[in-house]
């Protein structure tokens, strides 16, 4: 029991880390479909940043810094004004958007997750309750047996 306990652990774990490399990925994603109808240059699109460099040595700079990113540069000067007014609304809602649809991968995963649990836990219960009727019905069958021997020997 000890170890599928331990393998639970480490599953659930690898299962949140996935879910959060995948949200991070979706996200950067959203971003690239939402400026995608921009004619972008120097486009840069990572899914997840390791740390390397300066950030080994402080892991602290490694929390603040982003998780993924997606880079890429914009010639405003020869927008028009309804284009730029465009770009000006989506760089607005984009974050709230690619947060909102990472959260969302990250909820899924979480929904999935407490299925599962309640869905042991249910069955654990049932086997419980069926435990305690089989208990019961032999100390019932017992309660015969005495009360008839009792009539017997009376």
Not at 46 to 64: A, D, K, R
Not at 65 to 74: K, R
Not at 121 to 129: G, V
């Amino acid at each position: 029991m000890i170890w599928e306990k331990i393998a639970l652990f480490f599953i659930v774990l690898f299962a949140i880390l996935g879910a959060l490399f995948l949200s991070i990925i979706v996200h950067e994603y959203s971003h690239y479909n939402d400026f995608k109808f921009l004619n972008v240059t120097d486009e840069r699109l990572c899914g997840f940043v390791l740390p390397t460099g300066p950030h080994i040595q402080n892991w602290s700079n490694y929390i603040w810094s982003p998780a993924g990113y997606y880079g890429f540069s914009v010639e405003t000067d020869n927008m028009t004004a309804s284009d730029l007014a465009k770009y000006q609304e989506v760089k607005y809602n984009t974050e709230l958007r690619a947060f909102s649809i990472g959260a969302s991968v990250f909820v899924f995963f979480l929904l999935c997750y407490m299925i599962i649990i309640f869905g042991r836990y249910n069955d654990k219960l049932k086997i419980l309750i069926y435990q305690f009727q089989v208990q019961d019905n032999e100390d019932y069958i017992h309660q015969l047996e005495n009360y008839i021997n009792d009539i017997q020997q009376s």
